[in-house]
């Protein structure tokens, strides 16, 4: 175990490496460019970093909701194979069934050719 977390350590550095090492041939570049175009890349450059931030902030968020919805996965899992029967569910669909039907009238809902039950 030890070794993968060190593989995966180096592989870590080496990615912040290349990216250091990009980083400074791009000023490089953008410094050797004509004075008269210069502060544009500047600003291009300022504004891809806070691109990559923002990237790297969605990338953070999916995986808080991935990890959410993990549990909601297991349990669906469960309810298609028979295994869990949770009953508030029930309960909740058939609560939320009623109500629309005294919002919407329980003729409406009789004739809608589309929702016959399976």
Not at 11 to 30: A, Y
Not at 45 to 61: A, C, F, G, M, Y
């Amino acid at each position: 175990a030890d070794k993968h977390s060190k593989m995966e350590i180096d592989e870590t550095n080496d990615g912040l490496n290349d990216e250091i090492h990009f980083e400074k041939r791009l000023t490089k570049v953008i410094m050797s460019m004509p004075e008269s175009v210069r502060n544009r890349f500047k600003l291009l450059k300022i504004i891809s970093d806070k691109r990559t931030k923002t990237v790297e902030k969605v990338r953070q968020l999916n995986l808080k909701y991935e990890k959410l919805k993990g549990p909601l996965y297991e349990e669906r899992a469960a309810i298609i194979a028979g295994n869990a029967y949770p009953h508030s569910y029930v309960e909740s669909f058939d609560k939320k069934f009623e109500d629309l039907k005294k919002d919407l009238g329980p003729k409406t809902i009789a004739e809608d050719k589309d929702c016959t039950p399976v």
